[in-house]
């Protein structure tokens, strides 16, 4: 059974994580290259100066356990009894915050476009329920597996990341922690100044290795 270990200043429930842990958290995406600054075409035909790609960081499973203890730390007082992810990019961090935690893992899946619990997986009535993803931009597929936890009965106690993109936008109405806010700025093509300066925005996932 993995012991939490709590880092210094990461378990404070409210307000930004503790400056040395998002320093290292940016530090850890750099390093493994799941955050790039250049030009970037992404998946919504949006350009960007800069692309974050997660599943980089937790390919590594040390890097993915130490995120993992990090971020359980954080949402610790949450006193969770489970914990719930959206697949599939919410999989990996889930699970390490469930092992840190030492509390079971589950995660939902989309059929006919509408998110549920398969697999066997079930909540019991009043079961504390986290929502562990890798990154929150909008929030939608957060809600929507908010919405199977309280369908099953149980409770949502809050929402958890490691990066919030969100600028803000998101619509949670219970605690959302995380242990970076990322500034990721996005126009239209028309709009690009990076196209305006002679810039070619790359597609991401074609840079070699």
Do not use: N
């Amino acid at each position: 059974m993995r012991r939490l270990e709590i880092p210094h200043g990461a378990h404070a429930l409210e307000g930004p994580a503790p400056l040395a842990v998002g320093e290292e958290v940016l530090g850890l995406l750099q390093r493994s290259r799941a955050l790039l600054e250049g030009h970037f075409q992404l998946s919504s035909g949006l350009h960007s100066p800069r692309y974050v790609q997660c599943a980089k960081l937790l390919e590594s499973p040390a890097r993915a356990e130490r995120v993992g203890t990090l971020l359980a730390a954080r949402v610790q007082p949450l006193a969770p009894e489970s914990v719930l992810s959206p697949a599939l990019g919410g999989v990996i961090i889930g699970h390490e915050v469930a092992a840190a935690l030492d509390v079971p893992f589950r995660f939902t899946e989309r059929k006919d476009g509408a998110m549920e619990l398969r697999r066997g997986f079930a909540l019991r009535p009043g079961e504390r329920v986290l929502i562990v993803e890798d990154v929150v931009t909008t929030g939608k597929s957060t809600l929507e597996t908010a919405e199977v936890v309280r369908a099953q009965g149980g409770e949502v106690v809050g929402f958890a990341a490691i990066l919030d993109r969100s600028g803000g936008r998101h619509s949670f109405e219970l605690p959302f922690l995380s242990l970076l806010a990322l500034d990721v700025p996005a126009w239209s093509a028309s709009e690009c100044p990076l196209c305006a300066a002679g810039g070619t925005a790359e597609k991401p996932g074609s840079r070699p290795g």
